[in-house]
T-cell receptor, first 116, second 113 residues
Framework: ETGVTQSPTHLIKTRGQQVTLRCSSQSGHNTVSWYQQALGQGPQFIFQYYREEENGRGNFPPRFSGLQFPNYSSELNVNALELDDSALYLC???????????????FGQGTRLTVV | AQSVTQLGSHVSVSEGALVLLRCNYSSSVPPYLFWYVQYPNQGLQLLLKYTTGATLVKGINGFEAEFKKSETSFHLTKPSAHMSDAAEYFCAVSVTGGFKTIFGAGTRLFVKA
């Protein structure tokens, strides 16, 4: 059984560019959540996907968008990058039995995004 | 709405000493509570969780936490610190029927030899 894997591990982008981050969920998990962790802070919830549909969203602007694929892997897309988008982006998968049942999340190693 | 407050952004203990990391939560409905650990340049690893039932929860690496509803607290303890415990610790809350986990700001634990 493989865990949650994220790619790439590190990324440097220029302000105004677009970025796509990828996540493969743990085997058997159908729910993926994305979090942004700025330096020295706790993770902040961006959004969650369940069975290829957005299941909830945090206080992030529309330029943060996502996708979930039939194999439950997921992408986070960020358009028009800003300097404040520099952070560790964490993907977490959960073995939820239903759309609103909550269990603990299993986290990947994260993608460190630097915007210059 | 739910929230989490971790008291103390930094805690320093000597090797072999008691570890106590404090967490208070706010929730209008019965919460699920978690402690995660994060080592440098890594993701989060679940230490322990409280859902229902026994209020004293034992986790990995000798850590435990006690859910105290009257105090809205979920403090993390370990009787004897080890150098390998040095890391960032996050308390988190979610609720049944919810779709996100709310994290505290984290407490960095330093262990002195």
């Amino acid at each position: 059984e493989t865990g949650v894997t994220q790619s790439p591990t590190h990324l440097i982008k220029t302000r105004g560019q677009q970025v796509t981050l990828r996540c493969s969920s743990q085997s058997g998990h159908n729910t993926v959540s994305w979090y942004q962790q700025a330096l020295g802070q706790g993770p902040q919830f961006i959004f969650q996907y369940y069975r290829e549909e957005e299941n909830g969203r945090g206080n992030f602007p529309p330029r943060f968008s996502g996708l979930q694929f039939p194999n439950y892997s997921s992408e986070l897309n960020v358009n028009a990058l800003e300097l404040d988008d520099s952070a560790l982006y964490l993907c977490a998968s959960s073995p939820t039995a239903g759309q609103r049942v909550n269990t603990e999340a299993f986290f990947g190693q994260g993608t460190r995004l630097t915007v210059v | 709405a739910q929230s989490v407050t971790q008291l103390g952004s930094h805690v320093s203990v000597s090797e072999g000493a008691l570890v106590l990391l404090r967490c208070n939560y706010s929730s209008s409905v019965p919460p699920y509570l978690f402690w995660y650990v994060q080592y440098p340049n890594q993701g989060l690893q679940l230490l322990l969780k409280y859902t229902t039932g026994a209020t004293l929860v034992k986790g990995i690496n000798g850590f435990e936490a006690e859910f105290k509803k009257s105090e809205t607290s979920f403090h993390l303890t370990k009787p004897s610190a080890h150098m390998s415990d040095a890391a960032e610790y996050f308390c988190a809350v979610s609720v049944t029927g919810g779709f996100k986990t709310i994290f505290g700001a984290g407490t960095r634990l330093f262990v002195k030899a």
